[in-house]
């Protein structure tokens, strides 16, 4: 064996190596066509301009869900997809496995709600503040309480085992729901806070930007994931990020290196929190209305899938699995009509509902399943945690 | 704070709490067994106990009793109760092995980190609990009342209703049977091996797959034990079910010591007393969060559970 490394032929070549290989200018002229494809996807004529055959008289449009408002829909993407690059610092790059991410949102969309609603609690019956505050003012302090309240959550919890920081923090983000729901104090229980404020901004023809529409606020989610993903990549190459790989490899040969594992844990928490109530308080900027229904568990469950199934570690793959999470099950509902799917069938007299809107679960399940048997690193995988993976598979001789 | 209801309730909210903590105690175990022998939070648990509530339904639907029927007389309950208690049991146990076969068994070939069984794990949660709400047009069902509503006897203060009473018997007798199974079985003896070593396990020649498979239906005829005395308690069962008392019962489990047997036991019958006592104390609604309150305070003075030793290690 030559130890010369051999230029592989460009063909031979995957997508990632190929893109790297591009000059420069070539690299960045395609993020920028990207990115305003990305800003075009809410418009429907960009669909149907793709140039796919079309069936007639279907409505249907590739790609186009059909069955729900796309804007709508590539919004919460949008904010999934923060969710998910939050829980990738946690889970992906410190290797800290928390399941009740969604609290984190939780406390920054009530942290807006509470400040920017006319109707909340603070300015009816307990006088603290004069008038409603701005929405954009509000962020900050959003920000600030969640990542606080993952200081909180992880100084007591993190010198936990992995399994055991697993159920405290489903039980930190149980208990914020359910306090949210039953506490009458702040909060307002299940009746929740109405009139939430929007974000900032009018068009030149004096109508409010953000209002029902949901265009301006994907775009406005699309602005913050860009400006994250640069935040989250700069940190990942820095002293902390390096800190953070050496805790997910071996936590205790880190310490025996000098990195204070402790620290550097709390502060992955802390930064994912922070990502996570910004999610939060884009939502609440849109929904208008945040009651506690929001924020059950299976939406923690949904971020975690997206990041494992997107690729821990690796931000492409938070995103992409963030947009899958949501847009997938979204984008079945509206295909049965166009490829002739039945609604139901008939088994032993009883009628089953088999519509794609009622088995986009099991479908998505089913993905989650057979993605993690062929391909556990994710769809789009960091490379290191995919040798660790490879490594691994190698260790032991499957006894069967 | 209520302290007058919690003391003047007291012996009602012991047995309640008895016997709902029987119930988490017995879906627990299945979290405790896979999870010593296999270091895996089973998430998909949740559905096979949800799967059994809906065979018991069917079961009593076949023999002619629904929500609308007339309560039968005690030997036909018993007699529904026993059948269904089969029934259910072995459908949880079979959909518990079918689980280990779809979405963990390809895993544990390819030696797959713990996070990623995790996901599959999730996953196959979801494929269960909603092809059961397709099949059922995600509606309530209603569960007949077989068991007399009135109660057993009554001496002191202390009332004991039969469902009561039977839950408790019954998940009693099933934790001694299953700890008698695991102590002194040929069986028993290769899931304790297999749970401290799985390798060396399986150079001795205990064979490992088939371990696995077994302590998969163990938890799911467990489970399907529970579900038949929850649908009895409940009178209502629904496809979403599962995740509330799979959370709870895996919550006990963590409390009691996860991988441990009889941590298991002692957790569930634990958190259905605080639960019951606290409920009064605090009102209902707040049931939840003081379960899991407990759970995060126990936790942080003793992060293995109260009794935290593993299967592995339980006495020879």
């Known amino acids: ?400 | 704070m209520n302290f007058d209801d919690l003391i003047q309730g007291f012996p009602d909210l012991t047995t309640t709490g008895l016997a709902q903590g029987s119930i988490y105690a017995l879906v627990a175990l299945g979290y405790t067994l896979v999870y010593g022998v296999l270091r895996l939070i089973n998430f998909a648990h949740s559905e096979v106990f949800m799967f059994g509530t809906f065979a018991a339904l069917w079961t009593w639907g076949i023999m002619g009793y629904d929500s609308n029927s007339t309560r039968p007389d005690l030997g036909t309950a018993l007699l529904l109760i026993l059948v269904s208690l089969v029934v259910a049991s072995l459908f949880s146990g079979g959909v518990a092995m079918a689980v280990e076969a779809v979405a963990y068994r390809p895993l544990r070939k390819r030696n797959a980190p713990p996070l990623v069984f995790l996901i599959s794990a999730i996953g196959a949660s979801f494929v269960l609990a909603e092809l059961m709400g397709a099949f059922t047009e995600r509606r309530q069902q209603g569960i007949p009342g077989l068991l007399p509503g009135e109660p057993l006897f009554s001496a002191g203060g202390w009332t004991v209703y039969p469902l009561q009473l039977m839950t408790f018997v019954v998940a009693l007798a099933v934790m001694f049977g299953l700890d008698w199974f695991v102590a002194k079985t040929r069986f028993g003896r290769g899931i304790r091996a297999v749970a401290q070593d799985a390798d060396t396990a399986a150079l001795m020649g205990v064979n490992k797959g088939r371990v696995i498979a077994l302590v998969f239906l163990l938890g799911g005829l467990l489970a399907g034990v529970a579900a038949v005395f929850y649908s009895m308690k409940q009178g209502n069962t629904r496809f979403n079910v599962g995740f509330l008392i799979g959370l709870k019962a895996f919550s006990a489990a963590v409390l009691g010591g996860i991988g441990n047997l009889r941590g298991a036991l002692v957790g569930g019958l634990l958190l259905g007393l605080v639960e019951s006592y606290g409920a009064a104390l605090f009102g209902s609604n707040w049931t939840n969060v003081i379960a899991f309150v407990v759970l995060l305070v126990l936790l942080m003075f003793r992060p293995t559970g109260l009794l935290g030793e593993s299967l592995g290690r339980a006495r020879a």
């Not at chain 1, 999610?279 to 923690?300: I, K, R, Y």
Request: charged residues 15%; neutral net charge.
């Open chain 1, 1 to 400: 064996m030559t130890t010369e490394t051999v230029k592989k032929q460009r063909w031979k070549l995957n997508l990632r190596d190929r893109f790297q290989d591009l000059p420069k200018p070539a690299r960045i002229a395609a993020m920028v066509v990207f990115v305003v494809l990305l800003y075009l996807l809410p418009t429907k004529a960009f669909y149907e301009n793709l140039g796919f055959p079309i069936p007639v008289g279907s409505g249907y449009l590739p790609f186009y869900t059909t069955g729900s408002d796309m804007a709508g829909v590539l919004f919460q993407c949008g904010y999934y997809i923060l969710l998910a690059l939050g829980l990738n610092v946690v889970l992906g790059y410190a290797g800290l496995l928390d399941l009740g991410f969604f609290g984190f949102f939780a406390v920054g969309a009530y942290t807006v709600a509470l400040l920017t609603s006319p109707e909340s609690k603070l300015i009816t019956e307990y006088n603290w503040l004069e008038s409603p505050w701005p929405w954009l003012v509000t962020v900050p302090i959003a920000i600030a309480l969640a990542m606080l309240s993952g200081v909180l959550l992880g100084w007591p919890t993190l010198r936990l085992r992995g399994d055991y920081l697993a159920i405290v923090t489903l039980g930190f983000a149980e208990i914020i729901r359910i306090v949210a729901k039953n506490q009458d104090w702040i909060l307002n229980g299940d009746r929740g806070i109405p009139s939430v404020g929007h974000p900032p901004g009018t068009w030149p023809d004096g109508e409010a930007i953000f209002d029902l529409e949901f265009t301006p606020y994907y775009w406005l989610v699309l602005t913050v994931i860009i400006a994250v993903i640069f935040l989250i990549r700069n940190l990942a190459n820095s002293r902390v990020g390096r800190a953070w790989v050496a805790i997910r490899e071996d936590e205790d040969a880190a310490e025996l290196m000098g990195v204070p594992t402790f620290k550097f844990k709390l502060w992955a928490f802390a930064i994912g929190a922070a990502i996570g109530g910004l999610s939060g308080s884009l939502w609440a900027g849109q929904a208008n209305f945040v009651n506690s229904n929001t924020f059950s568990l299976e939406n923690s469950i949904l971020v975690l899938a997206a990041v494992l199934l997107g690729g821990a570690g690796s931000i492409g793959g938070a995103i992409l699995g963030g947009f899958i999470v949501i847009y997938l099950p979204e984008w079945l509902r509206s295909v049965g009509d166009v490829f002739g799917w039945p609604t139901q069938v008939e088994i032993a007299g009883i009628h089953i509902d088999v519509s794609p809107t009622s088995l986009r679960f099991v479908i998505f399940g089913a993905l989650l399943i057979v993605v993690m048997i062929y391909r556990p690193q994710g769809l789009w995988p960091n490379r290191r945690r995919a040798a660790e993976l490879k490594d691994r598979q190698k260790e032991v001789a499957p006894v069967e």
